[in-house]
């Protein structure tokens, strides 16, 4: 049954909610479209606040769900949980193993597992947005917050070492975005980019 749960868990993060979402509400692939990601930040910017906000429910409550489920065995099988689903939101099966950058999904199993590190992490993120309007740079500087959150608030090993797992999925994720930033090509907050 254990078991169970992780595939539960990985076919929970393969929903692929922005591209659900604006394919049902707007009638275009968002792969096709700006970054070709389908989170939240390039479905805001693609298709506008009220998209933007489902997804970014949606894949925050699907880790939520899956650390949940996870946690009834114990904190080891909420952190495998919580791995199994970030790892289908980015490697979705429904996608040809492609998806999104799992910040949003990882917010949502840290809430069930770490609340208190899932808001540092957040404001970390929130303070970072304001004072650079980069999403990308936000979510790597919340990313890398986590672990050292974890070590601040004395979390359990197991806790410590999936907050560096996480901090290191996030930066390998932005691969990309990291590479537009240093060029001076990375798009910011509130710059909409035509959906065609």
């Given at each position: 049954m254990k078991f169970a749960v992780l595939l539960l868990s990985y076919l929970l993060g393969s929903i692929p909610v922005?591209?659900?979402?604006?394919?049902?509400?707007?009638?275009?692939n968002i792969m096709e479209h700006g970054s070709g990601n389908i989170g939240f930040t390039n479905?805001?910017?693609?298709?506008?606040?009220?998209y933007g906000a489902v997804v970014l429910l949606g894949d925050?409550?699907?880790g939520m769900l899956a650390a949940y489920l996870g946690l009834k065995y114990g904190i080891q099988?909420?952190?495998?949980?919580g791995i199994a689903a970030m790892l289908g939101h980015s490697f979705s099966i429904f996608l040809k193993l492609r998806g999104g950058k799992l910040v949003a999904t990882g917010l949502g199993v840290l809430i069930i597992l770490a609340p208190k590190v899932a808001l540092t992490a957040l404001v970390v993120w929130l303070i970072t947005?304001?004072?650079?309007?980069?999403?990308?740079?936000?979510?790597?500087?919340?990313?890398?917050?986590v672990p050292i959150a974890m070590l601040a608030y004395q979390e359990p090993l197991p806790m410590v070492v999936f907050g560096a797992f996480a901090a290191g999925f996030v930066v390998i994720r932005?691969?990309?975005?990291?590479?537009?930033l240093m060029a001076g090509q990375?798009?910011?907050?509130?710059?909409?980019?035509?959906p065609k």
């Open positions: 922005g591209y659900i979402v604006c394919k049902l509400g707007k009638g275009i479905v805001l910017r693609v298709a506008g606040p009220l925050t409550g699907k099988w909420g952190i495998l949980g947005l304001a004072f650079t309007r980069y999403v990308s740079l936000s979510s790597i500087l919340a990313g890398i917050s932005h691969k990309s975005n990291i590479r537009k990375e798009y910011k907050i509130g710059q909409k980019v035509d």
